[in-house]
T-cell receptor, first 113, second 113 residues
Framework: NAGVMQNPRHLVRRRGQEARLRCSPM?????VYWYRQLPEEGLKFMVY????????ESGMPKERFSAEFPKEGPSILRIQQVVRGDSAAYFC???????????FGQGTRLTVV | GESVGLHLPTLSVQEGDNSIINCAYS??????FIWYKQESGKGPQFIID?????DKRQGQRVTVLLNKTVKHLSLQIAATQPGDSAVYFC????????????FGPGTRLSVLP
């Protein structure tokens, strides 16, 4: 049973480009969480999704950021028109149900140049 | 001893000693808590969890204590080893609907030879 898979592991984008980060949850997990982490800091919640539904996006910036978790395929975190301040590690976690343990992927490190 | 670094507080312990990492959580309504370990360049790794109807839970070499009166959580690591060096985060679930995990700021554990 593979763990949470995130790709790419490293992503470099120029300012103004789009970044697409993918997360495949563990088998049997229908809950996905996205977090952002700056160096030497904690994890900041961004969005919580279940299959085809956004449950809580209170941590998402209002502009340029969007997330989806389609019926088939991975969850996608999309950042449009990236700026240098978007550079960070983005982690995805999955859980089988509400109120249960969440397991993290290895993250995608986004660098905006 | 403990010191506050630029971003993360650091706890330094001698190899073989016991470590105690503390966390103050924010919401008295939180009913589920998890401790995660994060090594450099990796995603958070689940260590142990506890529900609010318990005040203590033990795993292999680790014990989590929950004090709901003062909203305090601690992680005890017995016979600390070099491989325990990492950043440790506590996470809480804030509500029963659209739950998302809120992470504490983290503590860096440094094991001295």
């Amino acid at each position: 049973n593979a763990g949470v898979m995130q790709n790419p592991r490293h992503l470099v984008r120029r300012r103004g480009q789009e970044a697409r980060l993918r997360c495949s949850p563990m088998k049997g997990h229908s809950h996905v969480y996205w977090y952002r982490q700056l160096p030497e800091e904690g994890l900041k919640f961004m969005v919580y999704l279940q299959k085809e539904n956004i449950i809580d996006e209170s941590g998402m910036p209002k502009e340029r950021f969007s997330a989806e978790f389609p019926k088939e395929g991975p969850s996608i975190l999309r950042i449009q028109q990236v700026v240098r301040g978007d550079s960070a590690a983005y982690f995805c976690a999955s859980s089988p149900r509400q109120g249960s343990e969440a397991f993290f992927g290895q993250g995608t490190r986004l660098t905006v140049v | 001893g403990e010191s506050v670094g630029l971003h993360l507080p650091t706890l330094s312990v001698q190899e073989g000693d016991n470590s105690i990492i503390n966390c103050a959580y924010s919401n008295s309504a939180s009913d589920y808590f998890i401790w995660y370990k994060q090594e450099s360049g990796k995603g958070p790794q689940f260590i142990i969890d506890i529900r609010s109807n318990m005040d203590k839970r033990q795993g292999q070499r680790v014990t989590v204590l929950l004090n709901k009166t003062v909203k305090h959580l601690s992680l005890q690591i017995a016979a600390t080893q070099p491989g325990d060096s990492a950043v440790y985060f506590c996470a809480e679930i804030l509500d029963n609907y659209g739950q998302n995990f809120v992470f504490g700021p983290g503590t860096r554990l440094s094991v001295l030879p």
